[in-house]
């Protein structure tokens, strides 16, 4: 099949309907992934629908019921430079930053990264541990789904045919820790693995790790471990060994299961000592 047609909607409503219309529609965001599979004959939309000039997709603004609003259009680049994203917010802030290289940061979009699903992509673990909440939107109305239950297997979500993401909700800023640490083969890699830490200002600790299976691993014992005690050793290892057990990583081109395993307790002790010592200057 040939693509025919691309077209430009100007609200949420409109592109809803032109991909409810049409079964093999896809909407396209900044095309740095869509585009690619479509020159490599992975993909060969009938319809493309494009969300370039829907603004009600665009930027980070105060959400109604307080919080944050990232609107699934906004591009890395503007994440990776949001004062807003501060105190625990800090950590998407950093992933944003680490994606890719800047061509790359100035085409990709919120809403695109996380449709994708990549599982070395940066974002998952980060909203994983910020507990984001993804807005989706569909002909029958909009709902919200907790990160951690958005991403459900290899590039696969939650989303439905004919759902489009429409933003990613974070809690209000409150201070505390948010860092992001990613290991990649070289600058601009996707992660082989990456850790997402919050702290908050109670010293309750969460975790996440990319890279390790389909969708970011996350556990609530790993993270009462370390809530409270960033800066013991012992207990980041405990925390680490836990995520590692629960991991579920694949041999591919960047590494082997087994390497992977072996790294996240190392990356879990590095990114607590460095939240231990932003505590200790705080
Ligand atoms: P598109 O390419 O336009 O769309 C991607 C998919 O999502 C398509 O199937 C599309 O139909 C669907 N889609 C788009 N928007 C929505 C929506 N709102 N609702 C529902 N479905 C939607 N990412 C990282 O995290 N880390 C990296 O290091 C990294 N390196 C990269 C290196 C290269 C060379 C490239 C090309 C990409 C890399 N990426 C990386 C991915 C990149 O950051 C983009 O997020 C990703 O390519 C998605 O691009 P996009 O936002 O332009 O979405």
Known sequence: MTTRALVRPRTVAEALALLDGEEEARPLAG???????????????????????????????????????????????????????????????AAAGRIANPPVRNMGTMGGSISLADPGADYPAALVALGARIEIASPA????????????????????????????LLPAPAGGIGLYHKLARVAGDFATVSVAL???????????????????IADAAADRELSGRLGDPAAARRAGEILAALADPVDDVRASADYRRLVIPRMVARIAGEAAGWEKAA
């Open 141 to 168: 109305g909009t709902r919200l789904l907790p990160a951690r239950d958005f991403f459900v297997d290899w590039y696969t979500t939650a989303l439905k045919p004919g759902e489009l993401v429409t933003a990613v």
């Open 31 to 93: 095309g740095a992934s869509l585009v690619a599979m479509m020159n490599a004959d992975l993909l060969s939309p009938s319809l493309l629908v494009s969300l370039r000039d829907i603004a009600e997709l665009k930027g980070i603004s105060p959400a109604p019921g307080g919080g944050l609003r990232i609107g699934a259009m906004t591009r890395h680049y503007e994440t990776a430079a949001a004062a807003d994203l501060c105190g625990t917010l800090a950590v998407l802030r």
């Open 198 to 216: 919050t702290a908050a200002p109670s010293g309750a600790v969460t975790l996440a790790i990319g890279g390790c299976g389909p969708f970011p």
